[in-house]
Every structure is written in structure tokens, then in C-alpha cells.
T-cell receptor, first 114, second 113 residues
Framework: SQTIHQWPATLVQPVGSPLSLECTVE??????LYWYRQAAGRGLQLLFY??????ISSEVPQNLSASRPQDRQFILSSKKLLLSDSGFYLC?????????????FGPGTRLTVT | AQSVSQHNHHVILSEAASLELGCNYS??????LFWYVQYPGQHLQLLLK??????LVKGIKGFEAEFIKSKFSFNLRKPSVQWSDTAEYFC???????????FGKGTKLSVKP
């Protein structure tokens, strides 16, 4: 069966520090991968998605970047965190292909920028 | 821009009350519709989905949703809620066959025992 892992679970970082959040998927190959940010009362905002290694699409211009160095690994990064980067970050995957209906979500990372 | 609207931010019900959570979307073409649920401390998980066919969709734990194309709506219902239904519920819309999911802002449901 497929599983999705995210780490760390929680993170407290000072403003201006770098960020690296990791997401890995097991039990499937060539998944579509997604990074979302969930803010209270604001729902889920899609940040990045990837349909393959090295292929990243950005939905919202911001202080963050994403990379996909391996088929089942998706990394969210920042060179210098802002206070506004605080939030709950979710990674998700879906089956490859045009008809990628369902997305499966990881446990999330709670990021607090101080 | 396409959007998904969930009308209620926080709903508080007593056990056994009936539930209806509203969801409207603004996209006019073919859509796939989803309801996701996030129980306290757990992953976001799929509750039910609509792709085509019968507009009344049944999901897990006694939930159902009805797709009304003319109203651009996909409301979630449950005839009798339980305390364990306390969670946050998200409506999501996928445009066409290759679009990404667009989520609503979520509705927090609190069920009093």
C-alpha cells in the first residue's frame, strides 16, 4: 500500500533562516506531487506541484521554492523565512496521468516563524 | 478566477442533529467534486467524490453529497451527526481532466455530546 511521509512534524525557525521540508511517498511510482499551505480560516492553498523529476510548477509567487530530486521525493525550501511563512504545510500525491482525481495527503508540518 | 465557496466557517450541532454544509463553485465547465475531512490530529482524507453519473453520492460514515449542476453546488449532508464527526470539512473542485484541486476555506464542525 502507498504511504506518504513528511518531516519534521513541527518546526520553529527565526525570521531570515533557511527552510527545508521533505516529503516522500512509498508504494507507487511516478506520482504527481503537491505542496499546500493550510492557514486557519483560509483553506488549502496550492503552492507547487510536480508531474515528474525536476518538473515543478508554481501556483503562487512567494518566498518559497520546491524541488523534486527523485521520483518520490518532494522538497519545499526557502532561503530566508518571513513571518508570513508560518503555517501548516501539507504534501500530497496522486496517480500519474491526465485523470489524476484523488489526492492523498501527508500528516503535515507545522511551521512557526518567530 | 475560479473559486470554491463554503458558506459556513464554524457549525455547532448537538448529537443526532442533521447536517448540511454548503459548497458552491464558480467554474462553468466539467468538474469533479470532492469533500475531504480532517479529524483532529489526523491526515486530511477523502470523504466522498463525484465524477459523473448519479448526482447523489454516498461516502464513508453515512455522509452524502448532492451535485446540482444548475446551482453550481455540492452540499454535504448527514441525517444524524455523532460526536466523532467533529472535524474540519473541505470542499474541493477539479476542473476538467487535468486541472488541479481548488479547495474551499473549510468548515469546522463541532458536535456536542
Amino acid at each position: 500500500s502507498q504511504t506518504i511521509h513528511q518531516w519534521p512534524a513541527t518546526l520553529v525557525q527565526p525570521v531570515g533562516s533557511p527552510l527545508s521540508l521533505e516529503c516522500t511517498v512509498e508504494g507507487t511510482s511516478n506520482p504527481n506531487l503537491y505542496w499546500y499551505r493550510q492557514a486557519a480560516g483560509r483553506g488549502l492553498q496550492l503552492l507547487f506541484y510536480s508531474v515528474g523529476i525536476g518538473q515543478i510548477s508554481s501556483e503562487v509567487p512567494q518566498n518559497l521554492s520546491a524541488s523534486r530530486p527523485q521520483d518520490r521525493q518532494f522538497i519545499l525550501s526557502s532561503k530566508k523565512l518571513l513571518l508570513s511563512d508560518s503555517g501548516f504545510y501539507l504534501c500530497a500525491w496522486s496517480v500519474d496521468g491526465a485523470y489524476a482525481y484523488e489526492q492523498y495527503f501527508g500528516p503535515g508540518t507545522r511551521l512557526t516563524v518567530t | 478566477a475560479q473559486s470554491v465557496s463554503q458558506h459556513n466557517h464554524h457549525v455547532i450541532l448537538s448529537e443526532a442533529a442533521s447536517l448540511e454544509l454548503g459548497c458552491n463553485y464558480s467554474y462553468g465547465g466539467t468538474v469533479n467534486l470532492f469533500w475531504y475531512v480532517q479529524y483532529p490530529g489526523q491526515h486530511l482524507q477523502l470523504l466522498l467524490k463525484y465524477f459523473s453519473g448519479d448526482p447523489l453520492v454516498k461516502g464513508i460514515k453515512g455522509f452524502e453529497a448532492e451535485f446540482i449542476k444548475s446551482k453550481f453546488s455540492f452540499n454535504l449532508r448527514k441525517p444524524s451527526v455523532q460526536w466523532s464527526d467533529t472535524a474540519e470539512y473541505f470542499c474541493a473542485v477539479k476542473k476538467g481532466s487535468q486541472g488541479n484541486l481548488i479547495f474551499g476555506k473549510g468548515t469546522k464542525l463541532s458536535v456536542k455530546p
